[in-house]
């Protein structure tokens, strides 16, 4: 069928894009999966094709469907097929523990589980923790583009509108428990409106896309605008870092983005020094502020990195730092890219700041998310008259160049996760022998931060680091699992029995100094 009546009614709706584009550009090629070539013409007719399905099945708005699922073309026709359905896509994380993935499932609720081969192990032992169990299928052609189970639900159908959840996306955030960041078709539009207007991209070039499909950036940072323009995406199972050095090559790779992990381990890897990397053009980071060594070892190979800064709730692109200006600001994140405002408020006394000035970054504008999946009081708690309180200390200079500071909330970041101490806090004491525990993140040279874990045994027991960390593994995705155990008699408290953390961190430092040396 035609999907030309089904989008005129919402101007910033995504499904258009592919629509719009396989019109124009049948033949060429939207995705190199593995090698694999789908076309436009065949994404947005598997795409199509399942949306109708979805909807003659009884899905469509207020509903979601969730993915467990590798990088692959079968969830970018998912992701098509719900934004043309006027479906929300909510892609869970691989990377969990069973119980960890059965928790967001429950929050999340969705009404289909669509699952790939290689997780469907984990994805069946977290669904069978549920009380209540929605219906799930696999992913592809043999699949969920086969048969579509019936909603137990349905709804009647309608045009899908600007303002209709198109993505919920898991993270730790601002604060501690995950929560689902909903975002609209309209905040996905701006968002890539903003980075075509920033960081181009044309139907000429070729998108390394690497990053897990249940982290926004492998959305919203380059592939869509990639499949907007006509522009080729190489998909990426996951990282390896010396396939991808030899991608570049092989595929001609002209633009991609990564934490600063991801470029760390490509300098490290024994190909780099001969690795041919003159098609890339555009190497934009995000996750963490790129350290300026590292910056300095790209740059040396004629590839400037492009700094940028931004958080899920804002789809999420907030500061990016030209190539060109990389020298003159090193560490810093840059400007705000088109059609986002920024505001620095003190911390102290919440007064807006102007000129050169350091305090909380907040953001508004069209991008800003619709608030957290069925939690309207922590919506309300991360945002202020529309404007978005980032939770992180941030310092603007003469030019209007921003740098991050420091971050006011608990939160770390390893590897380009976000890690809350006190989820990790919480999966500790889990353990029969485990009184308390204390989580803090410390720097570390190649994945920017990990956690150091401070223990109380319940009184009386014995404890050692090895039987804590085998219980973590067990309960913790392997990004959260603490790199160090320290067994303790108490926790430092403050006057006012609040955990002091700013106590805990300088024993965190020496303890991860002290093993690295």
Partial sequence: ???????????????????????????????????????????????????????????????????????????????????????????????????????????????????????????????????????????????????????????????????????VIFTSGTESSPKGVVLTHANCFWNNLALAQALPLTHDDVVLAVLPQFHIAAWNCQPLLAWWVGATVVLERSFQPSRALSLIEERGVTAMMGVPTLYSLMVADSQWEHANLSSLRLALVGGSTMPTSLQQVWTDRGIPLTQGYGLTEASPNVLHLS????????????????????????????????????????????????????????????????WLRTGDLVARDGEGVFRVVDRLKDIFISGGENVAPSEVEYALTLHPLIEDAAVIGVADAVWGERGVAFVVPVAGATLSADEVLAHARSNLASFKVPVRVDIVSDLPRTAIEKLARSRLRDAATELSERAQS
């Fill in 1 to 167: 069928m035609s999907w030309t009546a089904e989008i005129d009614d919402g101007a910033h709706t995504i499904g258009r894009w592919l629509i719009d584009r396989a019109s124009r550009s049948p033949r060429r090629a939207a995705i190199d999966d593995r090698g694999v070539i789908t076309d436009y013409q065949t994404l947005a007719r598997r795409a199509g094709d399942l949306a109708t399905k979805l909807r003659e099945s009884g899905y469509g708005s207020g509903h979601r469907i969730a993915t467990v699922s590798g990088n692959s073309t079968d969830q970018v026709v998912v992701f098509f097929a719900c934004a043309l359905a006027g479906v929300a896509l909510v892609p869970l994380s691989w990377r969990l523990t069973p119980r960890e993935l059965s928790d967001v499932m429950l929050r999340s609720a969705p009404t289909l589980v669509l699952i790939d081969d290689e997780h469907a192990a984990l994805a069946r032992e977290a669904l069978q923790a549920l009380r209540e169990q929605p219906a799930a299928a696999e992913m592809g052609t043999t699949g969920i583009e086969r048969e579509v189970p019936m909603a137990s639900q349905p709804v009647a159908h309608r045009p899908v509108h600007d303002d209709d959840p198109l993505l």
């Fill in 323 to 386: 190539a060109a200006e990389s020298n003159a600001h090193r560490g810093a994140v840059g400007r705000p890219y088109p059609h986002v405002s920024v505001l620095l408020v003190d911390v102290d006394s919440g007064l807006a700041l102007d000129g050169e000035a350091t305090g909380e970054l907040w953001v508004r504008g069209p991008s800003i998310f619709a608030g957290y999946l069925g939690d309207a009081e922590a919506t309300e708690r991360a945002t202020t008259d529309g």
